[in-house]
């Protein structure tokens, strides 16, 4: 159900509306809340922060429909804003869409036209949050996002609604790119930089394309994480995909691209880590783990792709792989079994 604030002084739109929309709000797809003015709408909206669109009038008493713009991009920038008046001179649109109006439908009002117009906003405001859950899962989607959604990701809201954190049960795999460091000191930071974007450019792929996520890039490293049905399985698929398309490069005679991979399974926290003052924040997670598929990946040699023996019997039946033995990894008291997932 949408949320919908309607600023203005006649009170009779308010009837109109009502008999207008009256079976969308009968099948619950639409709830108005109405205000008489700008201030109004600001203590309306407080207590309605669920609000999705304003349809606002420009000339109402105490505060005017621009004043009330201007405060909603300031204080709630997710909240779009259809300016509705009879003052439809090219002034005052221009105007309200400086102040950051999404529309501008003038008076008499053509309620046809009105839905077209509360549609769209309605739609431009769902792939708003769209966005903002797709970052809250990958964080390289923020350098794509407006300022506006930067700001509400600023605030204190937004910070709250993601500070609530689980313990999940999923697969985390690092898979790190073999020998890179050597090939950095050599070429030039130009070359090195497109070369390592284009390997992860394969990876990202491949880890998508079994609805993986990428968690964070570490140096030459890329860590993601695989939920749901059957993950341990896509997470083993993506990199073994990974693996082979890796291989396939022969950038030149002294160097081919190799990777090593460690891949485990079990519980970890799923949670924002980071400083809250810095506002620097990772929706990551952490764990043992997590921990341990790390260090797996560190003792794998090229063209490797290790899990551990737990891993191992979940997967056996669909996967080729071959015991390597017992291995002592940094941190652990004991040692661990591993496997070598072949194909």
Do not use: W
């Amino acid at each position: 159900m949408t949320k919908i604030l309607v600023a203005d002084d006649e009170a009779d739109l308010e009837t109109l509306i009502r008999q207008k929309f009256r079976q969308k709000i009968r099948e619950q797809q639409y709830d108005f809340v109405f205000a008489c003015n700008g201030n109004d709408a600001l203590q309306k909206i407080q207590q309605n922060p669920d609000v999705d669109i304003v349809l606002s009038d420009i000339n109402m008493p105490e505060m005017d429909g621009l004043t009330l713009l201007s405060r909603l991009g300031e204080s709630s920038p997710m909240i779009k804003t259809v300016m509705v008046s009879a003052y439809g001179d090219m002034d005052n649109i221009r105007t309200a869409m400086n102040r950051g109006a999404f529309d501008f439908v003038t008076k008499p009002v053509n309620f046809d036209d009105l839905e077209l117009t509360m549609q769209k906003t309605i739609r431009h405001v769902e792939q708003l949050r769209e966005t903002l859950k797709a970052i809250k899962e990958n964080n390289i989607l923020k350098m794509y996002v407006d300022q506006n959604v930067l700001n509400f990701m600023g605030s204190r809201e937004y910070e709250q609604s993601l500070m609530a954190n689980e313990t999940i049960e999923a697969s985390v795999a690092f898979i790190d790119i073999c020998g890179f460091t050597a090939i950095s000191e050599k070429e030039s930071p130009d070359t090195v930089v497109q070369l390592l974007n284009k390997y992860f450019d394969i990876m990202v792929k491949e880890i998508i394309e079994q609805n993986g996520l990428v968690d964070k890039f570490i140096g030459d490293c890329v860590m993601a994480v695989f939920k749901g049905n059957y993950h341990l399985d896509r997470a083993i698929d993506a990199c073994i995909a990974i693996r082979n398309k890796i291989s396939a490069i022969q950038e030149s005679n002294e160097f081919a691209p190799r990777v090593s991979i460690g891949i485990n399974s079990g519980e970890m926290i799923s949670g924002n880590i980071g400083s809250e003052t810095l506002k620097r924040l990772d929706y990551t997670v952490i764990g043992d783990t997590v921990n341990t598929a790390q260090r797996m990946q560190a003792a794998a040699g090229v063209n490797q792709v290790l899990i551990s023996a737990s891993c191992y019997e979940k997967v056996k039946q669909s996967f080729n792989c071959r015991k390597i033995g017992d291995a002592v990894l940094k941190n652990k008291e004991q040692a661990v079994t591993l496997y070598e997932v072949v194909d």
